[in-house]
């Protein structure tokens, strides 16, 4: 096993340690390689030496469901990977400096959405978990919000910062303070995701909804069985969901919300007229059929896309007054 690397023996999910083997193959394998060292090469490049002696592994956990990649980079490769690897300048010059005007509607609506959940005392203090760019967080303030996040690249969290919003690091994050918490494109990327979303369930206000988004594997053990193929495709194709080194834990709904289930929550879901209130449709036949079903999917039973609140509070609650409420 290479010294970049370590083994993850259980469900990081769950927490049981049956599993089935997926599927494994080396990182010097040289499909694997060619693959990986083209797909870095379009957002930065990689340096696959450090890779070498170490095994791409998934598992599929026999109790929650979860798919997980056995051997995860440590703490040293992940900050290479996302601070020199995937190059913060190219991120940003590619994606973020010119939001379109049909991503910030899309942020909106999304904002609108989760807090349209929120319980009547619920604070108007709002966390991006992973704030990225602060993109999410620059709309909460639109809405009225505290922006608060947490981010452990520093050329983001520098960029962030200029925009008002507060980063901090996880111990600097209130208890049950916050009235949003989001946490998007990030689950799947973390060690232990049941750490991760029994922290942010701690932060969050008993009247506070949770907005959970993360890749949807439903189609990903199908993909396995013709891995070549996937791997050539843009972004790797139908195998994104379990991208070496990056997304480490592939979910569906069930184990998604069994974890929330386990962490203290419970589903919530937008109601029909919110979802429907602001509908467009946008240029192209896709986007618009995407739009379409949009509503569909996030009140689905196979959405990875998921709204909780703390399971001790029952919906129509009124709640004491939270501390941070203007
Ligand atoms: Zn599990």
Request: charge should be positive.
């Amino acid at each position: 096993m290479s010294a970049c690397f370590a083994s993850r023996n259980a469900c990081p999910a769950c927490g049981s340690s049956g599993f089935e083997s997926l599927f494994a193959r080396p990182y010097g394998e040289p499909r694997l390689r060619a693959a990986l060292t083209d797909f870095y090469a379009q957002v930065g490049g990689l340096d696959y030496s450090v890779l070498l002696d170490a095994e791409y592994a998934l598992a599929r956990c026999d109790d929650c469901g979860l798919i997980y990649q056995v051997n995860i980079p440590n703490d040293v490769l992940l900050s290479r990977l996302y601070e020199e690897w995937i190059s913060p300048a190219l991120a940003f010059a590619r994606f973020h400096r010119d939001l379109p005007p049909d991503r910030c509607f899309e942020l909106a609506h999304e904002v609108k959405i989760v807090a349209s959940l929120t319980g009547p005392a619920a604070p108007r203090l709002a966390l991006d978990y992973g704030c990225g760019w602060g993109e999410w967080s620059r709309m909460t303030q639109a809405f009225g919000y505290e922006a608060w996040g947490t981010e452990l690249s520093l050329s983001r969290r520098v960029h962030a910062e200029k925009s008002g919003i507060h980063v901090v690091p996880d111990a600097g994050l209130p208890d049950g303070s916050f009235g949003l918490i989001n946490i998007d494109q990030v689950l799947e990327h973390v060690p232990s995701p049941r750490d991760t979303l029994g922290l942010l369930t701690a932060k969050l206000h008993p009247g506070g909804v949770l907005r959970v988004g993360v890749p949807n594997g439903l189609r990903v053990r199908r993909a396995l069985r013709s891995f070549d193929r996937e791997l050539k495709k843009p972004r790797l194709g139908r195998l994104n969901p379990v991208a070496p080194l990056e997304h480490l834990n592939c979910f569906t709904a069930r184990p998604l919300l069994r974890l929330a289930g386990a962490c203290g929550l419970r589903r919530v879901r937008p109601t029909w007229k919110v979802l429907l209130e602001s509908f467009v449709f946008p240029p192209g036949i896709a986007a618009k059929l995407r739009t379409l079903l949009r509503p569909f999917y996030l009140r689905s039973g196979f959405a990875t896309q998921l709204y909780f609140r703390r399971t001790e509070i029952r919906s129509g609650d009124t709640l004491p007054m939270g501390t941070f409420r203007p």
